[in-house]
């Protein structure tokens, strides 16, 4: 679907384009499921009237389609080492933050951060996040488009869908790493099949977890994870989850930061720590693994209901 505001990349220095969205498709939308179960009436008004039958009146569905931006490069092959604020070391095109109304188009890089996992994990803006922006300003500028009344219905939409889609995004660990490309350049067997590091997070342990106990289905999956938050194991750490929320929030990269902070911390405590060789989908790295994966599925999901919450309630 193509916005008013025509999104374009200038590619011309560019590699070819090679983007991979953070948890894949069932990981995103079981945060937008999640997500619907929590937030208020009046953002429940603006998201069904916002996304309408295209998308099912639902985050869900929208949570996968981010717009018509998917244009990307993998990082200088000089910095072999450097961890970022992405899927994988990439560029993705976005809206340049000149302001909530702005037209502006321009690529800007993913956050990169000069850490070395498993060792050592950090993330700091100033360091990392540079004069183009990354993700941490793309939710900044989004979040104020959103709000902006006096853009059109469709640039509106297009800017709930980013929201939606990159609070997802910086809650996968191997998205706030760049070693080994986000652990794409790690090869690794998920379920007895060839894979890498970087699509074993993403997609392969998802599925797996989805196929052994929700069906498949991740209406399913949300619909439990939502009943850990509002009655299990999560209820008490949930508003912890979403402490960094207020409304002058809304306006700064204060909540990203600690998201991302939080998500690059399992580079280091856990997702490098496999053994070559072994299945990482049918031994005791996945058993480790889906608990996190669950979490991190559901800390985004409450947190993005509370963001939109902010907005509109």
Known sequence: ?????????????????????????????????IAMEFIGSKTLSFVQSSLGSTYNFSLGPAATNSGPTACARKPPTNSPRRSTLSTQKVRTCVLAFSGPASHAIAPAPRLWIPDSPPDSCSVNQARDCGDEGCILTAIQNYTA???????????????????????????????????????NDISAICDGKSTNLHAAWDTGMLEKNLDANFNGDPQVWAAALTKEIKSGSYESLSDGWVSCITSS????????????????????SDVFSYTKGEDLCDSAYYTAAIPIIEEQIAKQGFRLAKWLDTIFE
């Open 145 to 183: 488009r959103v709000q902006e009344t006096s853009l059109n219905a469709q640039q509106r939409q297009e800017a709930l869908k980013f929201v939606t889609h990159f609070v997802g995004d910086i809650g996968q660990p191997l998205h706030v790493e760049a070693l080994e490309v986000g652990g």
């Open 249 to 268: 929030a809304l306006s700064s990269t204060s909540c990203p930061l600690v998201w991302a902070k939080e998500s690059n911390s399992f580079d280091c």
């Open 1 to 33: 679907m193509k916005s008013s505001l025509q999104l374009a990349c200038v590619l011309a220095s560019l590699a070819l384009p090679n983007y991979v969205a953070a948890w894949g498709n069932l990981g995103h939308e079981t945060i937008g499921y």
